[in-house]
Structure formats: structure tokens, C-alpha cells
């Protein structure tokens, strides 16, 4: 599984807030990656007009508020967060008995949430949907409120857990596609949920099983966790199992994963695969 990188640029300096008030203190940090002295001066900006025939760049020295210093500059370095992709596509035979996808994840924040108290709060920017996994048409999101929701066949169909998730506690949940055609024609989904206490687990959501006409079989497509870096928290050990029906062999099960404790300071996690090399 490959992890998504960015280009990073020799020097880089940023605030820790955006405005600031008269008296409140405003913090800079610098990132440059030729671990050389820099120098740091204040400047009022008049006018910062890139049009030639404008008046060009005016600034005023405003070394009384901050006296021109020299630091050592290093790199800042930033952690590789919870986002990657499978380096090949995944393919599954279409006729199957049961698909199943598992993960554990820790959310550290939840929009709706207080993060440091829990409370329900009101959301002032509008924060979007955090994607937990996906794979093709089928994926699992992290709803504002809490709640985790599954989609499938492009959101047509989806279902959602009752229960809301916290912060900060782990949870094993699992996706499970069951296939009930012969009897019903319709198949049968589940999201199962459970959290982790002192080395046990409870339930602490289960969704009944959602039976509807379209099957969802991912075909031909990478399997991602945080799909474009949208979650916050940890995701550890996703799984896939595939039981599928080989009229040679019988009944056979098919199992790909990935422990993130290997490579963590590389950029791709080795995949581990029983049963067989095609998925």
C-alpha cells in the first residue's frame, strides 16, 4: 500500500492563527531544509502590487516592535498522517458468498463534537464528511454527528449506525456483504461495530441487515483508507476476506491485510495475502 507524499518547498514560515487582535501574541515557525542560520526581521507592509506599472512593493521597517534576529533553521518535519492507497487494483471474483471489509479506528475529532469535553456543539464551518475506507462504489464515512454510514453502488443505497461514535477510543468495525440470491434475490449488508475497553470489546452499534436488489462488488478498483486525507484520527489493520464458491474446490476463503506497525517510517506498507496472489 503506497502512501500519498507532497512536494516540499526549501523554506516555508506560517502563524498559529490567521488574525489577531491588539496585545495577543502571534507565534511563527519556519521550515527550511538547508539547516542553515535565517534571519528574521518585522516589516509593514504599504503595498505589495505585483503590476509594473503600479506603485511596487512598499514597506516600512518595523524593527521597534521586533528586533531583526538570527536562528538556526531546520526542518520541520510533518508526520505521515492516516492516507493510502493500495499500489494495484483489487479484483474479486463476481460470484461470492460472503465479502467482509474490517478496520480498527480511533477518531480524534468529530465536527459536531467538543473534542476535549464530548458535548454536542453546533458547527460553524461546515466541516464535510470524513472518509474512512473506500473501494470503488463501496465505501465508509465518518458522519458530522458522529454516526458511521456505509455507501454503496455510487450512493444509491447506504446505510447508518444508531449510535455515534467518540473520540479518542478504539473501535472494530466491520463491513459484511452476504449473498442471499437463491432465496430472496436480494443481498444482505451489515455494519457491525464494536469498542475497545481494557483489552475487551463491546457492541456498541449493530446494524441490522439491510437487504436490497443491487449487489455491490468492487471490481477492478485500489482500496484507499482516507480517501483524499479526509480523516482525522488513527486507522489500523484493514482487512478484506472474500469467501467465494469454486465448483472445483469447494468453498474457499481469500484474505488480504495490512499491519500499519510494519515500514511506519517508509512510505508503503507491505500487503499480507492467504489463499491467493489475485486479490
Not at 475506507?133 to 458511521?148: D, T
Not at 455507501?151 to 467518540?166: Q, V
Amino acid at each position: 500500500m503506497a502512501v500519498s507524499s507532497l512536494r516540499e518547498v526549501p523554506l516555508a514560515a506560517y502563524t498559529n492563527r490567521l488574525s489577531a487582535r491588539p496585545k495577543d501574541t502571534v507565534t511563527f515557525h519556519v521550515s527550511t531544509t538547508t539547516n542553515s542560520n535565517i534571519t528574521a526581521k518585522l516589516s509593514r507592509c504599504i503595498c505589495a502590487d505585483p503590476n509594473p506599472k503600479g506603485p511596487g512593493y512598499i514597506e516600512e521597517d518595523a524593527s521597534n516592535y521586533f528586533k531583526t534576529q538570527q536562528f538556526f533553521g531546520r526542518r520541520q518535519k510533518i508526520n505521515n498522517g492516516s492516507f493510502a492507497k493500495s499500489k494495484n487494483v483489487i479484483d474479486i471474483p463476481t460470484k461470492i458468498y460472503s465479502l467482509s471489509v474490517e478496520i480498527w479506528m480511533w477518531p480524534t475529532y468529530i465536527p459536531k463534537i467538543d473534542n476535549t469535553t464530548n458535548d454536542t456543539k453546533e458547527v460553524e464551518d461546515g466541516s464535510s464528511i470524513q472518509c474512512v475506507w473506500s473501494w470503488g462504489e463501496l465505501a465508509m464515512y465518518l458522519l458530522p454527528n458522529g454516526h458511521l454510514s456505509v455507501s454503496f453502488n455510487n450512493g444509491e443505497d447506504s446505510m447508518r449506525a444508531r449510535t455515534p461514535l467518540t473520540i479518542n477510543k478504539w473501535y472494530h468495525v466491520t463491513v459484511t456483504l452476504t449473498d442471499n440470491s437463491i432465496s430472496n434475490t436480494k443481498y444482505n449488508y451489515k455494519l457491525n461495530i464494536k469498542q475497545q475497553q481494557d483489552n475487551t470489546s463491546k457492541e456498541t452499534c449493530v446494524e441490522r441487515s439491510l437487504k436490497i436488489k443491487n449487489k455491490c462488488i468492487p471490481k477492478d478498483s485500489h482500496f484507499e483508507l482516507a480517501t483524499n486525507g479526509t480523516f482525522n484520527g488513527r486507522l489500523e489493520h484493514p482487512q478484506i476476506k472474500v469467501v467465494v464458491d469454486e465448483s472445483t474446490h469447494g468453498v474457499k476463503t481469500y484474505l488480504i491485510s495490512w499491519d500499519t506497525s510494519i515500514n511506519m517510517t517508509e512510505w508503503s506498507i507491505p500487503s499480507i495475502i492467504d489463499g491467493s496472489s489475485s486479490i
